[in-house]
């Protein structure tokens, strides 16, 4: 009996090690799969936000499509048909969708 309490302790060690290896395991999978391009999508939205200049055709999260008139630091005036101006602000504007709008007007220049 006094042998089985001592192959019990022994092994235990093994299945904490286990465990620890595993624990670590799910972390990396969150961060490479989730936290990570998520960190990684925030910056490159934040320097498409920064790089907004005055002529560039933008679609905002709303839909409303527009180029921009004016930039100030955290808003822009957008106008949205000759004459008529809106200001949004500049975490308004949509990164994937003005990417699009401006590679296609870039692509009918050519």
Do not use: C
């Not at 925030?42 to 709303?62: P, Y």
């Not at 921009?68 to 048909?81: M, P």
């Amino acid at each position: 009996m006094n042998n089985y309490f001592v192959l019990l302790q022994s092994g235990g060690g093994n299945a904490q090690m286990m465990q620890m290896i595993m624990l670590v395991g799910i972390i990396a999978v969150f961060y490479f799969f989730m936290i990570r391009p998520q960190t990684k999508k925030a910056k490159e939205a934040k320097n498409f936000q920064s790089s907004l200049q005055k002529g560039d055709k933008i679609v905002t999260i709303a839909g409303i499509h527009g180029k921009i008139d004016k930039v100030e630091d955290n808003t822009i005036q957008l106008e949205v048909s000759p004459g008529s101006y809106l200001r949004i602000e500049k975490s308004a504007v949509s990164m994937e969708w003005s990417k699009q709008l401006n590679s296609g007007a870039t692509a009918d220049k050519k």
